[in-house]
């Protein structure tokens, strides 16, 4: 069996060697390094139809997050078939080898969620791979300076790295067509789309039947003043790790008992808590102020609904939590009364609140995240919804979707294509833009989406170039 042939490059190799079968060109290290030839062997690479990964060396005395979330910056969306690796060996790092497996670990499983078609492994020493535990995501790429195809280790092996000199030289455990194969394999089969299933909608659970403290005056009793104009939108901001449902009201005692004996407030400083699992639960409740927006003006001003949701462990919302999110921002809207403002609590006060992942769903409109019934072509639209839509196309800048590495992808306003790509946050920046450069008003985008005539066209240029963009109106009769 002939081992497929590779070579793992940075900016020390200014090109990829002629006799490449793969490639694993480093992308980024800690969490602001980035290669500056990164992109364009990358775009070589898939010009050659190579097999392609790429990899990111760990500074495991950072945060971890900042980590993950700088590497998926760099290389943003990823074909299916191309591979991710996080480089670990953390010599001279000043952690000891348990907080090292620990970064190491969260990194996987982090990346391995944001690409789940896509595999995730490690790449490390021997004597890193003795230090560390045997998680190794997806694959292990083994670096050991031995004859190519026989490292020094009993655990299965797909990569082996069995030279530097005068390049880092890796072999594959298979053939090509093996390491194809393999690494496409990732990507679930398509399959129909199952129905959606309808959300059961609020999920209130009060005070008395989660078990919470009474509150303490003379501050627990203080009503709002006014009609709030909103709800700000937080998150825990420690470590949290998504649980049984069974757990939740116990955390939020916990959260109230923080409050009350750490804090020395009067309650738990928020209207309500989210679990993971959709379920709100009441805090201070619609009629008495909260203590969680920063002071006192900023408390009357909006109401504070509160995710389970760390800044490590479980860091990205589920799908039922952000159900339950809307739900909460819904009721208070409904029942306050508050307006249709909705913000991160970063947007009143000096903090981090309510995370990364969390704030850019807050930017976005805070959609719901699931259609909760199918669309029809002839669905009406009320002129609140064309308001709204237009308002988040112009406002906000989401998260750039998963598109292809070349192509072009449309998306026509019809009623039915509309909505989900909306609530579904896949309006990118560059769409945004190119409405904007357009010149098209807020009250031109409103029309167009309403008659289905606004079409924006997205171009994914190769890696090295810049995507171009462009967007009109139809013409109407």
């Known amino acids: 069996m002939a081992n497929a042939r590779g070579y793992d490059v940075s900016d020390y ?63 943003g969306p990823v074909p299916a078939g191309e591979l991710l690796v996080l480089d670990f060996e953390p010599y001279g790092q000043p952690v000891s080898d348990s907080s090292a497996t620990a970064a190491k670990n969260a990194w996987l499983t982090a990346v391995k969620r944001r690409y789940p078609n896509n595999r995730v492994g490690l790449y490390t020493s021997v004597d890193w791979w003795h ?90 009793s203080i009503p709002y003043a006014g009609p709030r104009a909103g709800v700000k939108v937080h998150y825990l901001g420690t470590q949290y790790q998504f649980g049984a449902h069974d757990t939740c009201p116990a955390y939020v005692r916990k959260i109230q008992a923080e409050h009350m004996d750490g804090n020395g407030w009067s309650d738990i400083g928020y209207s309500f808590v989210v679990c993971e699992h959709g379920v709100v639960f009441e805090g201070r409740g619609l009629t008495r102020r909260n203590s969680a927006n920063g002071d006192v003006p900023l408390n009357e001003a ?4 509160c995710a389970l949701l760390g800044d490590s462990g479980s860091t990205e919302p589920t799908p039922e939590q952000l159900q339950g999110l809307r739900d909460a921002i819904e009721y208070c809207q409904q029942h306050g009364p508050a307006g249709l403002e909705v913000k991160g609590h970063r947007d009143g006060y000096s903090t981090d609140c309510p995370g990364g992942p969390l704030y850019a769903w807050v930017q976005a409109g805070a959609p719901r995240p699931t259609l909760t019934a199918p669309l029809e072509d002839d669905m009406p639209l009320s002129d609140d919804d064309v ?4 308002h988040v196309i112009w406002n906000y800048e989401v998260p750039v979707p998963r598109l292809q ?73």
């Open 13 to 75: 190799q200014s090109s990829i060697p002629d006799d490449a079968e793969f490639v694993i060109v480093k992308a980024s290290e800690g969490a602001r390094t980035e290669q500056t030839g990164y992109a364009a062997k990358v775009a070589e690479a898939r010009r050659r139809t190579i097999i392609v990964g790429h990899y990111h060396f760990i500074h495991c005395e950072n945060d971890v997050q900042g980590e993950i979330d700088h590497f998926c910056r760099v290389v």
């Open 131 to 220: 230090r560390t535990d045997d998680n190794a995501g997806d694959f292990l790429w083994i670096a050991d300076y031995v004859p190519a195809g026989s490292p020094r280790i009993q655990a299965a092996w797909k990569f082996h790295q069995w030279t530097d000199s005068p390049l880092d030289s890796d072999v594959y455990n298979g053939t090509i067509d093996d390491l194809r194969a393999w690494a496409g394999s990732a990507a679930p089969a398509p399959s129909a789309p199952a129905s959606p299933t309808p959300w059961p909608g609020l999920q209130l659970v009060t005070r008395d039947q989660w078990g919470a403290r009474p509150w303490r005056e003379p501050n627990g």
């Open 302 to 305: 909006h109401y504070a609904v």
């Open 387 to 390: 308001a709204r839509i237009a």
């Open 405 to 477: 590495p070349d192509g072009t992808v449309t998306y026509p306003t019809s009623q039915a294509a509309y909505w989900p790509l909306v609530w579904g946050n896949v309006w990118t920046p560059q769409i945004l833009a190119a409405i904007k450069a357009a010149a098209l008003t807020p009250e031109q985008v409103s029309a167009a989406l309403a008659d289905g005539t606004l079409h924006v066209q997205v171009t994914v240029a190769p890696a090295a170039a810049p995507a171009s963009t462009t967007a009109s109106t139809a013409p109407t009769s």
